[in-house]
């Protein structure tokens, strides 16, 4: 794909350029948003722009074109989205001029004016969800429709650097505004500071790559540079006084290009990390390991049986709507398009939400059944057009046989946060968390989208995984072989889930409440397969408990986060737990195997209504307060749909 670099100049925007080029992609031209004229440093949420003075010598180190726009705008949605979680009346996407993120559309047009071929954005986001949100929404409008490429997305920060010092990025530090750092380490290179930036990490917690604001630096050579940046005059500005943390920063008064040294480092130095990380590894091997000759320990069922009509249930502030068809399944059906089977489905379900004063915008979490897998892209361009920014997650599978004749079948479970909706708009503030990780661009860490659904939304402490298949994350191509596929798709759940948690994983306090396994069956003439793909998928489960796999107490894997991903104080064989097998075909991209998982953020929960309707909904809210919340698993008896086959 051609390629536009957005650039600031520092580190990541320009690693991240090397690895696209390192993935086969073209840079076409690099971005920039500048300060207005007279200003260095500008307090955005969004943007570098100390350095700004030397970003065009970054441009042409790079050989292409430079297109500049100044910030007019300032960081009025602070919010963890951007956007409506509803289709707005109007129809517009944008949340006004006056929001620095629109800048940044401005930018792109002009880029896309002058390379309308262009079809992709590279953008240096490592940990913030708040850029990549931003630049995801931005970048996916309607009329731009510019893929993110955010290659050091969710990467090991210690890891990530020394990656860039073993390939020679020669970033200098332009900016220090974090403990333990002051004007003497302005103007060292990334290879001088890492010691310091390592033992500030041990010590403090600060962030290695200077994700948390600590420092910001100005690339003058890397593996795709044709020259090298050469700094000949800069002026130290104090830009805040501090005995805790002052800020300083460079002035780039003068600067020249040369070219590079003999024997300079190219994008061969560039290092991929592996498509499965260690505990992926462990997972695929014990999936390959299972022999070719197992039997299932019993035959599948004939038929299977579900309620014959729309179900609802409500438990203070959840909602969980069943079986919801259109309003006319069996014979009167087959007069039904299926985009306007769809349309009544779902119109069903908004009824019925509607009757406890929610609306779609409220939904956490979908199942879908569909008659055939030849419509799930059919399905897509009309479920795009329900959900805003903060789409629910989902899962969507096949059935051979579904009640009623229905095309398409949902199941759902909504949270009222106290938030309404008039033509798309909220109307009120949320009285309950709801976030969503909804990635888009393409990354090694795990598969973007592949429909309008997000990958986990995090409701009130309860958090439901989208369905994983296994996608390479760099393609989204399909895995080749079975082993690969269920480790891969088994290693996205576990990464969206620690995204999910919001760092609290390193306080191992979250944990997984179950797990759907669906299976397809194999193909007509190799039912034989069956035992062995379910006896693959059992094992490659039992290797998410590092009991079972014997490594709890090792040195090199216990401090990691994923040795006890699904929770310290449980193992697998405690958790609920189904492994379905499907028809056929039945899940989405040929699929083999799809992970759906429930968890929980360790957070006391507000499953129930406010203290004065405790009696009400027959719950009692009357905790101590003071209580440490504990690993206490609960929740499942609120989401019967979701765990009924």
Request: net charge negative; glycine share 8%; charged share 25%.
């Amino acid at each position: 794909m051609k390629v536009v670099g957005l650039l600031s100049g520092g580190k990541d925007s320009c690693y991240n350029l090397c690895h696209a080029a390192k993935q086969g992609h073209t840079l076409v031209a690099v971005a920039t948003l500048a300060p207005p004229a007279g200003k260095d440093e500008l307090d955005s949420y969004m943007y570098q722009t100390v350095g700004h003075d030397a970003v065009h010598l970054v441009a042409q180190a790079l050989d292409v074109p430079l297109y500049r726009h100044v910030i007019a705008g300032s960081a009025l949605n602070q919010s963890s989205s951007y956007g409506s979680r509803l289709p707005s009346a109007s129809g517009s996407s944008s949340e006004g001029a006056a929001d620095e993120t629109e800048d940044l559309l401005l930018l792109l047009q002009q880029v896309k004016r002058a390379h309308p071929d262009a079809e992709a954005v590279s953008v240096g986001a490592i940990l913030s969800n708040y850029q990549r949100v931003r630049v995801e929404h931005v970048c996916l409008r309607s009329g731009m429709r510019l893929l993110p490429l955010a290659y050091l997305w969710q990467r090991d920060q210690r890891e990530l650097l020394r990656e860039m010092c073993e390939a020679d990025v020669r970033a200098v530090l332009i900016k220090v505004a974090g403990i333990g750092l002051d004007e003497r380490h302005l103007g060292k290179t990334l290879a001088q500071v890492r010691p310091t930036l390592e033992r500030l990490n041990d010590r403090y917690g600060s962030h290695i790559c200077g994700e948390g604001g600590e420092y910001e630096t100005l690339t003058l050579d890397c593996p795709l540079f044709k020259k090298r940046i050469i700094l000949d005059e800069v002026e130290t500005v104090l830009h805040a006084d501090s005995s805790f943390a002052s800020v300083s920063y460079l002035r780039v008064k003068r600067a020249h290009l040369e070219d590079k040294e003999a024997g300079a480092t190219t994008l061969a130095d560039v290092k991929v990390p592996p498509m499965l990380d260690w505990l992926g590894e462990s997972t695929r091997a014990a999936a390959a390991a299972v022999p070719e000759n197992v039997q299932l320990s019993q035959a599948a069922p004939d038929s299977a049986t579900a309620p014959s009509g729309m179900t609802v249930a409500q438990r203070g502030a959840w909602v969980a709507v069943g079986n919801v068809t259109a309003s006319c399944c069996g014979s009167a059906s087959g007069s039904l398009s299926f985009e306007e089977e769809v349309c009544s489905a779902f119109a069903r379900l908004s009824d019925a939400l509607a009757a406890h004063h929610l609306s779609l915008a409220h939904l956490a979490h979908l199942n879908l059944s569909l008659a055939s897998q030849a419509d799930f892209a059919p399905l897509n361009a009309l479920y795009a057009r329900l959900f805003g920014s903060d789409p629910p997650s989902r899962a969507c599978i096949a059935l051979d046989d579904v009640p009623g004749g229905a095309r398409v079948t949902i199941d759902a479970v909504a949270m009222d946060d106290g938030v309404r909706y008039a033509d798309g708009v909220p109307q009120g503030k949320p009285n309950r968390e709801r976030r969503v990780t909804h990635v888009q661009g393409r990354s090694y860490w795990a598969a973007a989208n592949i429909g309008p659904y997000s990958q986990a939304v995090k409701a009130d402490g309860r958090i439901f995984i989208a369905g994983q298949i296994g996608l390479v994350p760099t393609t989204l191509e399909l895995a080749d072989d079975e082993a690969t596929q269920i480790a891969l798709s088994l290693q996205h759940a576990r990464r969206v889930f620690h995204v999910a948690l919001e760092m609290r994983a390193a306080t191992q306090r979250g944990w997984i409440e179950g797990c759907i396994c669906w299976l397809e069956s194999p193909a007509p003439g190799a039912e034989a397969q069956a035992g062995r793909r379910l006896e693959a998928a059992r094992d490659a489960w039992q290797e998410q408990d590092p009991f079972v796999r014997g490594d709890e107490n090792d040195e090199e894997h216990e401090p990691s986060w994923n040795a006890q991903w699904l929770g310290a104080d449980f193992a697998v064989d405690q958790m609920p737990t189904v492994f379905a097998f499907l028809p056929h075909k039945a899940l989405p991209r040929g699929a083999c195997v799809e992970w759906q998982l429930t968890g929980h953020d360790g957070t006391r929960s507000h499953d129930a209504a406010p203290d004065e309707d405790a009696d009400k909904f027959g719950y009692d809210d009357d905790d101590d307060d003071e209580e440490e919340p504990g690993p206490v698993r609960g929740g499942g008896e609120l989401l019967p749909s979701l765990f009924t086959l």
